[in-house]
């Protein structure tokens, strides 16, 4: 005996004097609660049994059902293909069809000796949902490659930039470190959100919570509260990391805090939701005064004036009027689209 055969004996048993047709009517009536479908055929195709046909196909009215009836011509022809090559080889053969209204299923043939006869046993299972959730994770596997493609581009860029503005090291690391920080905050968001993005107050509250100890009070938020997608949601929040570590710097010499509003308004313009930032910052005399940076910090200002506005496909203005810093950004809306 064989050790496949001795593995199959010792996973199943029955009682030599039982009653088989009794065994039979419990065994389809095992069947048809498992939903299982299953089809015997012999050696010359008739079939001796099916069970549990999915709704997919019907069965016809009278006489002995044929594939050709049942699955139509042109799945028929491949599965009399298949289970002559599996009476032939004594292997199982699988075939697999997707059907027009999108249902996948798999048909296991496998052949196996009925005393003189060859009986040919088929399994068919609906693989519709494991096939959409395959293909989801393949959808999601492609977005997390796309991403992170982004996200080195994006950290290479912030390297870069923020070393041509640094003089020495120890001016490049602060700033270095408190750019990555805003990026990883606002992309924990995005992956919380399962990829969807962030709510804008959200987002802006996980900005100010690395700088102010009462993000409440340092930033008064109004108005809108859109939904922002993975894209709007990194580039808005690099912005308004640049806002608020400025604000930070030009109150810090009178030991003050800074007084910002923030506000957010969503308009329909032409039919296209279009969300309108707006960031005043109010200074006082001191705050105005003369930091003592090395240099000017040209990457804050090419996030805030070129490269958030080109990314969101909108338009940004930052503006320094007696004593009160402006900035203005206003994009098109995608997280809903």
Known sequence: MSRKATDETRRNWERPDQDTRKLRRHLITALLRSGICLTLQDAHGRYVFIINLPDRWTLPDGGEPQDEQIYGAELSGRLDLAKTR?????NPERVYTEQADGRYFEFFIESYPDGS??????????????????????????????????????????ASQTARSSGSLASFLPNFYGRLHSLSRSQDLITDSSWRGASFRTLAQQQGAKYFRDVAKAMRLSGDDPTLSPNETVHVGLALHELIVNALAASRLNGGAPKIELDCTVVDKAGIETASIRWREHRTPTDLEPHGEETEDAFGSA???????????????????????????????????
């Open 86 to 90: 599996a009476c032939k080889s004594g």
């Open 117 to 158: 006869d060859v009986a040919i046993l088929t399994t068919v299972t609906e693989l519709t949902e494991e096939r959409r959730r395959e293909k989801v994770l393949k959808s999601l596997l492609r977005e997390v490659s796309h991403r992170s493609k982004n996200l080195m581009a994006i950290i290479q860029s912030i």
């Open 303 to 337: 996030v805030l004036n070129r490269i958030t506005p080109s990314a969101l496909e909108g338009t940004a203005r930052y503006g320094d009027v007696e004593g009160v810093i402006s900035y203005d950004l206003t994009f098109p809306l995608h997280a809903n689209r």
